[in-house]
Each structure stands twice: as C-alpha cells, then as structure tokens.
C-alpha cells in the first residue's frame, strides 16, 4: 500500500469515525511519539549503551538488509 493509498484511508476514517473513537484513534498515534522514550527509561545503563552503540552503527552505515542478513546466515550454517 502506498503512502498516498494509507493517507486517504486515514481520511476516510477520520471523516467517519465517531468522537469517542476518533479521541482514542488520536491518543493511540500521539503515543507513538512518546513511547521511545517510556521503553528506555526503562532500560538498565548497560542496555541503553548498547542501544548507543547499535545506533551509532546505523549511523555509520555499518547494517545488513534481510535479505544480506539471510544470505550470510545460510552461508555460516552450510559450514
């Protein structure tokens, strides 16, 4: 589905959805924004260094795709 595709849905719900739904609909998305935060509160030092540093990995480029990820798996198993 598409970017487009899933905002006119949004919309067609949005201009649907009753004012009940529509509150929850709404506090269920602006958490979103405030869940990162809640689950590395909740983190220990050590995990959220290695979150650091897993971060900073992907900063720097230094991931695999799935498909990669995979590839390299199945070459470690054939071993």
Not at 24 to 34: F, G, K
Not at 52 to 72: M, T
Request: hydrophobic share 35%; aromatic share 4%; glycine share 2%.
């Amino acid at each position: 589905m598409s970017t487009t595709q899933i905002r006119e849905r949004f919309h067609t719900l949005i201009d649907h959805i009753d004012d009940d739904r529509l509150k929850n609909l709404y506090n269920a998305v602006a958490d979103v924004d405030t869940a990162p935060s809640e689950i590395t509160d909740e983190l220990t030092n050590k995990q959220k260094r290695e979150l650091e540093v897993a971060l900073s990995q992907i900063n720097d480029g230094n991931v695999l795709c799935h498909e990669e990820a995979k590839r390299q798996i199945d070459e470690w198993l054939s071993k």
